[in-house]
T-cell receptor, first 113, second 113 residues
């Protein structure tokens, strides 16, 4: 069974640009969540989707948005990039929510210059 | 507001030693607690998931316990090996923070051959 797939693996952007990251969950998983990891702040929750609906959202500005498609694949978008958005963005999937083990992808390393 | 801490921040042990990693959380209203390991620049690998109604979970050389009333969990690693070197993170799914998953800062473990 294939794991969680995140694309692209690495991304370099300049300030002011926007970026879209993609996450394909494990087959059969309906929940996808996104996290930002930085050396200073650690792992922080961005948002979680289940069956195309956003269940909750972390404490991030409106420049960070996401969506989930009917096949459970998810995308997150960051508009008007800032230097501080440089981070490893991780996606996790699970079969359901609340009681389920999370399975993570390898992440997308975003560098904003 | 749920907060998760991990002690120690870093640990170095000789190969073969048994060791304990600690995780503390401030609010006992959780659905579950999960332990992960992360290798440098990579995603997270799930190790053990403990539901709020459980006291411990075991997998191979790993044993995780949960004391919800005191807000503590421990990860016990028996007979440590150099391949166990990684950062270990705990995360709780909080009932009082809109079901968000909140991570601790991690413990960086080095097992010396």
């Amino acid at each position: 069974k294939a794991g969680v797939t995140q694309t692209p693996r690495y991304l370099i952007k300049t300030r002011g640009q926007q970026v879209t990251l993609s996450c394909s969950p494990i087959s059969g998983h309906r929940s996808v969540s996104w996290y930002q990891q930085t050396p200073g702040q650690g792992l922080q929750f961005l948002f979680e989707y289940f069956s195309e609906t956003q269940r909750n959202k972390g404490n991030f500005p409106g420049r960070f948005s996401g969506r989930q498609f009917s096949n459970s694949r998810s995308e997150m978008n960051v508009s008007t990039l800032e230097l501080g958005d440089s981070a490893l963005y991780l996606c996790a999937s699970s079969f359901g929510v609340r009681d389920e083990k999370l399975f993570f992808g390898s992440g997308t390393q975003l560098s904003v210059l | 507001k749920q907060e998760v801490t991990q002690i120690p921040a870093a640990l170095s042990v000789p190969e073969g030693e048994n060791l304990v990693l600690n995780c503390s959380f401030t609010d006992s209203a959780i659905y579950n607690l999960q332990w992960f390991r992360q290798d440098p620049g990579k995603g997270l690998t799930s190790l053990l998931l403990i539901q709020s109604s459980q006291r411990e979970q075991t997998s191979g050389r790993l044993n995780a316990s949960l004391d919800k009333s005191s807000g503590r969990s421990t990860l016990y690693i028996a007979a440590s090996q150099p391949g166990d070197s990684a950062t270990y993170l705990c995360a709780v799914r909080s009932k009082t923070s809109y079901d968000k998953v909140i991570f601790g800062p991690g413990t960086s473990l080095s097992v010396i051959p």
